[in-house]
Nanobody, 124 residues
Framework: QVQLVESGGGLVQAGGSLRLSCAAS????????MGWFRQAPGKEREFVAR?????????FYTDSVKGRFTISRDNAKNTVYLQMNSLKPEDTAVYYC????????????????WGQGTQVTVSS
């Protein structure tokens, strides 16, 4: 399993931006499909964004973040990013990085490794 460590969370006002980073261990990062999930208090963990293995040519977002969030990867740095713009209070959650040996992260069941999470709080 790959070890994942998130960073970049924090407190931001509505309309602001944050960039989350997820650093992965190991030499097989480029072969992993990567993604971001989030979990708000009292709610289930939900999918946010995913990026394909290799060059990351394929990305996909949940409807609520389309046009505001961008997922990307830098295989030379073993890192995946989530750029979050125009943040809203409803984006408040713990954000988790995820890795999979599958071609794509389709749902929680396809995730092989999780990070510890980073808190994102958006004030109104």
């Amino acid at each position: 399993q790959v070890q994942l460590v998130e960073s970049g969370g924090g407190l931001v006002q509505a309309g602001g931006s944050l960039r989350l980073s997820c650093a992965a261990s190991g030499r097989t990062f480029s072969s992993k499909a990567m993604g971001w999930f989030r979990q708000a208090p009292g709610k289930e963990r939900e999918f946010v964004a995913r990026i394909s293995a290799g060059s990351g040519s394929s990305t996909f977002y949940t409807d609520s973040v389309k046009g505001r969030f961008t997922i990307s990867r830098d295989n030379a740095k073993n890192t995946v990013y989530l750029q979050m713009n125009s943040l809203k209070p409803e984006d408040t959650a713990v954000y988790y990085c995820a890795a999979s040996t599958a071609s794509y992260i389709l749902h929680i069941g396809t995730v092989n490794s999780w990070g510890q999470g980073t808190q994102v709080t958006v004030s109104s």
